[in-house]
């Protein structure tokens, strides 16, 4: 009779599963709460201790972690020595193992959590059960993931009819076994880093886990997958209409919901090309956010992302309708507005929150390597912000003040952004150097006709001459936000000064590369 060893956290599933395996003639052996449940639907069990001939001792800490068990799954099927080794010992093979961990990464993520409550959710047994029968996958059947189940139970009622074909699905659970226990001990240890208050500790160890295979890449010819590294993100959007999301599309989300994130207290929207903002507006209703964003770059915002921060109405779905969008994302959808979204059958809708971990850290790829940092802070915070011109900012400009330096936070350096009333109306993105920046977002924002007049000059990164102020005072420019810090902010000061620009400093670069 082939023997399957159950000791599952996540139940889900459990109880068809080992239904379906009694079924077949299986014999089942499990643990604690498993053994439990099982015998309450009426399955017959036999506890683990019963063939360890050794109690559970230490509340549960050791049940396992024994010969009787590892013995019956390392057992090569195919090598008679091993057979009669454990034959001598009375040990029988295990040939199934359905073993899911303790919740270590949940128990540590829930507030209050203390350090002996995460210590316990630190599985020992479990991960050495599944990798001995996963390392003995060929004579083994290992299954990590509830989603398996099924896929087992058919593969186990083929193999009784006689046809066992499953080698490569045999392999493919042995995997999915290495990947979870690599990503649960990659949690331990992050766990306990932070502990130490080690923001980058010796080692690190990102596992992800496909979340869904795309198109292709940037273009044509690269292939492409989206990975999740936890639930919660991007992944936690659902999609309500259009096509499939490509690499670009997700990429462009990103973009587009950083861009939203520093607005988070606001009805705000964003329309982002290439990762980076085309226009950015406030306003009393998503229509009046929306119309403010789009007149900064009409042009630019055909085949843009858009996001929102309050749910979309009717109005605002006509307004956006007009327009080729690749994708739109908000909190929520009126009924009403949604299906007018659903007639343009390329609109990829999303709706939800794709929330970042506070200790999450942004990653670039490099050569032979990985660069990590910490993730810039959404919130502004204006500490530190000092008027260091004679004139001092009137309230309406110190107010734009504030919009352009959360916008400028989103663009591509070298940044530059014009903003009048709560709406961007120039970006100069992504220019080797400062002033093409702001010469760039003074003529973006005069061809569509809007007056520079008067507006508010917010840039990421200090300016290393005056002649970016000279740029800025030629396009009426009469307020300048920016970090400070160059060897010429004397020269940059005065320039402001001789223009008549009130100019404050906050002490912080927002480079984005």
Not at 156 to 179: K, Y
Not at 381 to 399: C, N
Not at 461 to 487: C, L, M, N, W, Y
Request: hydrophobic share 40%.
């Amino acid at each position: 009779m082939p023997r399957a060893l159950l000791s599952v956290s996540n139940k889900s599933g459990l109880v068809p599963f080992a239904r379906g395996l009694a079924e077949l003639g299986w014999e089942l052996v499990s643990t604690g709460g498993t053994a439990r449940a099982l015998r309450e639907a009426g399955l017959d069990v036999q506890d683990v201790s019963e063939i360890t001939g050794f109690p559970e001792i230490m509340d549960g800490r050791v049940k396992t972690l024994h010969p009787a068990v590892h013995g019956g799954l390392l057992a090569r099927r195919d090598l008679p020595e091993h057979m009669s080794t454990i034959a001598e010992h009375e040990i029988a093979p295990i040939d199934l193992v359905a073993v899911n961990l303790y919740p270590f990464r949940e128990t540590v993520a829930r507030e209050g959590v203390t350090a002996a409550d995460a210590i316990e959710q630190i599985d020992i047994g479990g991960p050495s059960m599944l990798r001995s029968a996963a390392k003995n996958f060929a004579g083994v059947w290992v299954v990590v993931n509830p989603e398996d189940y099924e896929r087992v139970l058919n593969a186990i009622r083929q193999q009784d009819e006689g046809s066992d074909t499953n080698t490569e699905l045999r392999r493919e659970l042995a995997s999915h076994v290495f990947s979870h226990t690599a990503s649960y001990d990659a949690a331990i240890a992050g766990w306990f880093a932070s502990e130490r208050d080690e923001r980058f500790p010796e080692s690190v160890t990102i596992t992800v886990e496909r979340q869904q295979s795309l198109r292709y890449g940037e273009n044509p010819g690269q292939a492409a997958a989206f990975y999740r590294e936890r639930t919660g993100g991007l992944d936690a959007l659902e999609q309500l209409g259009g096509k499939e999301l490509s690499f670009n599309n997700i990429l462009d989300l990103e973009g587009a919901l950083l861009a939203t994130d520093h607005y988070a207290d606001e009805m705000a929207c964003a329309i982002v090309k290439h990762t980076t903002p085309c226009g950015i507006g406030v306003g009393e209703s998503p229509l009046k956010a929306y119309h403010k964003a789009l007149a900064c770059d009409p042009a630019s915002a055909f085949g843009s992302v858009i996001s929102l921060t309050r749910a979309v109405d009717t109005e605002t779905a006509e307004a956006i309708s007009a327009l080729f969008v690749e994708c739109l994302v908000a909190p929520d959808f009126e009924a009403d507005a949604l299906e007018i979204l659903r007639r343009k059958k390329n609109l990829r809708i999303l709706r939800g929150k794709a929330e970042w971990y506070p200790s999450e850290m942004d990653v670039e790829r490099v050569r032979g390597g990985l660069l990590l940092q910490e993730r810039a802070p959404a919130a502004v915070d204006e500490v530190g912000w000092k008027v260091v011109t004679t004139r001092q900012p009137t309230a309406s400009e110190f107010a734009d003040l504030r919009f352009a330096w959360k916008a400028v936070a989103s663009v591509k350096s070298n940044a530059i952004v014009l903003a009048r009333d709560g709406a961007t109306i120039g970006i100069g993105a992504g220019q080797m150097s400062r002033v093409d920046a702001s010469f760039l977002a003074a003529h973006k924002a005069r061809g569509v006709g809007h007056e520079t007049g008067g507006s508010a000059l917010g840039s990421d990164a200090f300016f290393p001459f005056r002649d970016g102020v000279d740029q800025a005072a030629e396009a009426g420019v009469t307020a300048v936000i920016q970090p400070g810090g160059s060897v010429r902010d004397e020269e940059v000061i005065a320039a402001a000064e001789e223009h008549g620009i009130a100019m404050v400093f906050t002490g912080q670069r927002q480079f984005r590369h």
